[in-house]
């Protein structure tokens, strides 16, 4: 018999991992903020939990795809948690981006209650998540990413372990320096292409599958030139994936530049109303920038 899964939060990306972990014969337990966000896995065979704490105690594994560091926090190590509420020999997985000091304190203090943790943050988009092409990044212990490995591969592809407690982190936080800086040359490139006179669709049919290929030119392209904004990942939670960047990366005495700029371009973004919209609306950038040359 499979292992009773709990599932917590239902946003643009944990609604469709939670749908093919339900798809794949897991007995699926489900809670998040707003109720409306389950109605379909609900109809699917999904059970609603109306706490946390009831969710916890019921299930074998526990994955977590919220919002912030402090939801993290709140849902893990309040009294009322994740880590008080689970049952000795539960696995717990974080799949939020998030801070690698809190995954290594939610680590621990699942240690001391017999409870096994990772952090397991994500990369793919609305897309991956909806295609179970995901990319999973895995810290933790090397035994529990072994356990977990087959429900990984229920919603990603490229699931690597990286190493012990907070890794998993560190690996995104890599992840989200690349794109940042990535972002910014994929606005000057469709920028360049539209003040060149050429045709931007055109253009990308020879760009996207030679040296300056990347998923953001192939799949982020696209909608920039459609105008489509609608978030695959929303720019207020790639603001705040970056500033964890920032601070580790200050911790560690790094120069990051291009880092630096992507976050200040997106927090300028954001203060023109965008912070809800998808990390492609960087483009308006450029487009308010040619409508005032």
């Not at 539960?90 to 017999?114: C, F, G, H, W």
């Not at 060149?196 to 020879?206: A, E, I, M, Q, Y």
Request: hydrophobic share 40%; charged share 25%; aromatic share 8%.
């Amino acid at each position: 018999m499979k292992q009773t899964i709990g599932f917590i939060g239902l946003g643009v990306m944990g609604k469709s991992m939670a749908k093919h972990v339900l798809e794949a014969g897991y007995p699926l337990k489900v809670y998040t903020r707003t109720k409306e966000k389950a109605e379909e896995l609900l109809s699917l065979g999904a059970e609603w939990k109306s706490t946390v704490a009831e969710l916890s105690n019921e299930s074998d594994i526990i994955i977590t795809m919220i919002g912030y560091p402090q939801d993290v926090e709140d849902v893990y190590l309040d009294e009322a948690g994740i880590i008080s509420s689970s049952r000795p020999g539960t696995y717990v997985i974080d799949m939020t981006t998030s801070q690698p000091s809190l995954a290594k304190r939610i680590y621990e203090q699942a240690k001391q209650k017999n409870i096994y943790a990772l952090d397991a943050p994500v990369s793919g988009g609305d897309i991956g998540a909806r295609e179970a092409r995901l990319a999973i990044m895995v810290g933790g212990d090397r035994e529990a990413f072994d356990y977990c490995y087959p429900l990984f591969e229920k919603m990603g592809q490229n699931i690597v372990y990286q190493g012990e407690a907070g890794s998993g982190q560190h690996t995104k936080m890599c992840n989200q320096i690349a794109i940042a800086s990535g972002m910014i040359g994929v606005c000057e490139a469709i920028s360049y292409a539209q003040k060149s006179g050429l045709d931007p669709s055109n253009v990308l049919k020879s760009i996207t599958t030679g040296a300056a290929g990347s998923w953001s030119l192939s799949n982020l392209a696209p909608r920039m030139l459609e105008g489509d904004y609608e978030p695959g990942f929303f720019v207020k939670h790639f603001i705040k994936d970056m500033g964890i960047a920032l601070d580790e990366s200050n911790e560690m005495d790094l120069f990051t530049p291009g880092l630096k700029l992507a976050h200040e371009l997106y927090e300028k973004l954001a203060e023109e109303g965008n912070e809800n919209k998808g990390t492609q609306a960087l483009v308006k950038l450029w487009d308010k920038a040619e409508v005032n040359n």
